[in-house]
């Protein structure tokens, strides 16, 4: 099964899922907001159904919210959005079209793409001098033997997607080796393996 495929049909099963979280989400958006500038280009990679982008996109002056799953991206734009925020369907190398951005989000999708390095780059690249990228991460290689072993048990009955298997220290040097500076690293909510993290390129 392709990875477009899984969340093709995962796709009104996550729109359905509630979030386990309530506060801690809400401090994400609260974080990444006091980012976000009324002039700012942002550009959202991996946006599932659009809840986030939907409520960060009033912070900027426009946002671009891309997946490749056209189910999820059917829920999406079946919400009421904000007329600063615009769908579209790219992956993740085919999503800097419209650069170069001030701000691109990245939101629980650096740990599922085949190629971290060359993302990190393309992103970066497309980039204005000065600008962010705002992610949040899964670190499955920080969590226990037995959280690890659940996961592969899912992905071998197909709930569960191919995942890149990082830890917080790889993730931070994968950021560093392509460019950015790391300005900010927090963790919302109780899960210390999914860190919320904000980097800069130069300029």
């Avoid at 809400?26 to 700012?40: G, H, I, S, V, Y």
């Avoid at 280009?41 to 946006?47: A, D, K, Q």
């Avoid at 900027?60 to 056209?70: C, H, R």
């Avoid at 191919?162 to 460019?179: S, Y």
């Amino acid at each position: 099964m392709t990875a477009e495929a899984f969340w093709d049909g995962m796709a009104a099963r996550y729109a359905a899922r509630p979030i386990k979280d309530v506060a801690a989400y809400e401090a994400m958006l609260a974080a990444a907001a006091n980012r976000l500038r009324p002039t700012d280009h942002v550009l959202e990679i991996g946006c599932g159904t659009g809840s986030t982008a939907i409520r960060l996109a009033p912070h900027a002056g426009a946002w671009i919210a891309t997946d490749f799953s056209d189910a999820m991206l059917r829920i999406a734009r079946a919400k009421p959005a904000p007329d600063t925020l615009r769908f579209s369907r790219a992956d993740a190398e085919h999503a800097f079209d419209d650069g170069p951005f001030d701000v691109v989000c990245a939101f629980q999708i650096l740990h599922l793409v085949d190629d971290l390095p060359g993302l990190l780059a393309r992103i970066h690249a497309h980039l204005k001098p000065g600008g962010l990228l705002i992610a949040k991460t899964w670190c499955f290689a920080d969590m226990g033997l037995h959280l690890r072993a659940l996961f592969a048990i899912l992905r071998a009955i197909k709930m569960f997607p191919p995942a890149r298997a990082l830890t917080k220290t790889a993730l931070r040097q994968a950021l560093g080796d392509a460019g950015f500076a790391i300005v900010e690293e927090r963790v919302f909510g109780a899960n210390p393996h999914g860190p919320y993290m904000v980097a800069r390129k130069a300029g």
